[in-house]
């Protein structure tokens, strides 16, 4: 009997070309539609059936069995919870990590293996070696390492990634030439169970808003906010204070928890942007342990999707990573992630908690 693999298709070009590639290569291979949100958006549309139509389509075009599962309950409790908590804590999460240990590489591992799969598939544009080592995907472009660093090796040895190898215009590419459905699908954006609605309407009906002043460095009310869940370190967008001051673009530089106030500051590169020491909580790891209690490691960090791989020394603190930069960091953002490498090999990471020098690096 052929090995069973079962794939996690989101109705997506890249999910739905790592099913195809399997099933030319032999597998057993299985489709399953993950339903990780209930709810519709702002016009009435629930853009779960509207992707489940699309993996129906595909299975159906390239010969395979199909299933749907809900997760809306595991996910609720296990990331939409996390995602409030942190936002009425003043931070800015990252859902999608969490998303992918506890949903995508916890609960529907644990469906797959029930369906007699020997391994689980996704469309992550990552790699793996035979140490169970999570890698960089080969197109830089689209590497999606920087979301899995909460997965453990053990989990990714169960898990195999077609498209890792490739880059996005060679999957687009399979996907034409098979005549796949999806093939010029645009890819989604954003956090999943918010998709391309309103983000301050859709937080507004979970989180009571506390609007207050926006002030400067010197303190002077220059401006309000409608509160300080909306705003996010760096933010230039959605102000509204554009008239105030010399004439340059206002920008976040921090919050003030305990007076609500939005500290805001005008030009790009002002210094209050700037960090090179951070703390990160949650520390987890892919494999080993690269790093002891009371050691320091050089390696590279990434503090954000895309960002390009930052020299840092890394020391491990009371279950915490203590970071400094080699180089000014911008807009290092608590609630998000910082992830380390060597080299393509991702390390794991831990949650940005403190900022301790912003304005003096």
Request: hydrophobic share 35%; aromatic share 10%.
């Amino acid at each position: 009997m052929n090995e069973r693999i079962v794939v996690g298709m989101s109705g997506g070009v890249d999910s739905s070309v790592a099913a195809l590639l399997l099933k030319e290569q032999g597998y057993d291979v299985v489709g399953v539609f993950m339903k990780n949100w209930e709810e519709q958006d702002e016009n009435g549309v629930c853009t779960a059936e509207e992707d489940w139509r699309d993996v129906r389509e595909v299975c159906d075009l390239i010969g395979i069995p199909y299933y749907s599962v809900n997760f809306a309950r595991e996910y609720r409790d296990r990331v939409f919870s996390y995602f409030l908590k942190e936002y009425r804590a003043g931070r800015t999460p990252n859902p999608d990590v969490l998303c992918n240990r506890e949903i995508k590489f916890r609960a529907f591992l644990d469906f797959a293996m029930n369906l007699g799969a020997s391994r689980m598939a996704t469309g992550h544009f990552v790699r793996t070696d035979g140490e169970g080592r999570l890698l960089k995907g080969t197109d830089p472009e689209k590497d999606q390492s920087y979301f899995l660093y909460m997965v453990h090796e053990a989990q990714l040895r169960k898990s195999v990634f077609p498209v890792g190898g490739m880059t996005k215009a060679q999957v687009r590419k399979i996907a034409e030439e098979h005549h796949l459905p999806v093939s010029a699908k645009k890819d989604s954006t954003g956090v999943c169970f918010i998709g391309e609605r309103n983000f301050k309407k859709f937080l507004s009906e979970y989180l009571p808003a506390q609007p207050g002043d926006m002030v400067s460095p010197d303190g002077e009310v220059v401006g309000r906010h409608d509160g300080l869940m909306y705003y996010t370190l760096g933010q230039r967008r959605g102000l509204g204070i554009g008239g105030r001051g010399d004439g340059r673009s206002w920008f976040v530089i921090g919050k003030d928890l305990e007076r609500n106030r939005l500290l805001v500051a005008q030009g790009e590169d002002h210094p209050r942007l700037y960090s090179t020491r951070s703390v990160a909580e949650d520390v987890t790891w892919v494999g080993e342990p690269p790093v002891r209690e009371g050691e320091t490691i050089t390696c590279t960090v990434r503090y954000r999707y895309r960002q390009p791989d930052q020299p840092v020394e890394a020391t491990l603190r009371d279950g915490k990573l203590h970071l400094r930069a080699l180089t000014p960091q911008r807009a290092v953002t608590p609630g998000q992630s910082a992830v380390l490498y060597k080299g393509d090999i991702c390390l794991g990471g831990g949650i940005v908690t403190e900022i301790l020098d912003a304005g003096n690096c």
